[in-house]
């Protein structure tokens, strides 16, 4: 009886020890604070546990690649992130049926109008939705950029590990399409144009920045979740 245990004991023993080391092994694939890092470049995102507000800088950015789909205001027309190169694309997740969307148009709309000049292209990506109503929400709220109809999310899939549910979400590109700033709730005008703009002058007189890329990066600000954006 004693031996069976003994045997049971170091059993556990084992078991517990087997547990780490695989955590150990799983902790030494992503950063301390959860990122990733794609072998290819290519943008993989990682869950940041809470945090709304996602920043990277250029050597921690992973690029986004083959993003496309039918345009919401034309289904004859394609929509390619390639068609924007070289400018800063500030996609935005949205839905006519999200409130927190509904909040933050105009806000998307002036950054639009502010910086596009600068060479800077705002990109809806509308999911989930019909397309009549997402139409009419673009006439109501006078949104003059372009939107991606995605009602099933295919085209998320670009976002590589995006989560689909989270709308609003807005995803800032900089002008090699890298992934530089994300915001996973509603944003506004005063605390996104700043911050594009910087995106925008970044290598201004010295060339743009051709550092390595990588996957999901880590975040140098961070915020809570409001309770009225985030997933729905």
């Known amino acids: 009886m ?14 517990v020890l087997a547990t780490v080391a695989l955590l150990g092994l799983l902790s030494g694939c992503a950063g301390g604070d959860g990122s990733a890092v794609s072998e290819n470049g290519e943008f993989t995102f990682v869950s940041p546990g809470g945090r709304t507000r996602l920043f990277y800088p250029p050597d921690e950015r992973g690029r986004v690649t083959g993003l496309k789909g039918d345009s919401l205001e034309n289904s004859d027309r394609r929509i390619r992130l390639s068609d924007f190169e070289g400018e800063v694309v500030v996609l935005n997740i949205w839905g006519s049926w ?3 969307c509904r909040a933050e148009a105009e806000d998307l709309q002036a950054v639009q109008d502010t910086l596009g000049d600068q060479g800077v292209q705002l990109l809806g990506i509308d999911v989930r939705d019909n397309r009549n109503a ?3 929400f673009v006439n109501n709220f006078g949104v003059t950029y372009p939107s991606i109809f995605d009602p ?7 976002l590589d590990g995006f989560p689909r549910s989270t709308t609003p979400a807005t995803v800032v590109l900089d002008r090699e399409h890298r992934v530089a700033a994300i915001y996973l709730t509603a944003i506004t005008k005063e605390e996104l144009l700043p ?4 995106i925008a002058n970044e290598g201004a007189g010295s060339g743009s920045e051709k550092t390595g890329s990588k996957g999901a990066g880590s975040a140098e600000q961070e915020s809570r979740a409001p309770g009225s954006g985030g997933t729905n």
Not at 152 to 158: E, H, N, T, V, Y
Request: proline residues 6%; contains cysteine.
């Open 195 to 198: 911050k594009v703009r910087d």
């Open 134 to 136: 997402a139409q009419d």
């Open 2 to 15: 004693k031996s069976n245990r003994r045997r049971l004991r170091a059993g556990r023993r084992w078991l």
């Open 98 to 100: 999200c409130p927190p």
């Open 152 to 158: 099933s999310g295919r085209a998320m899939l670009a």
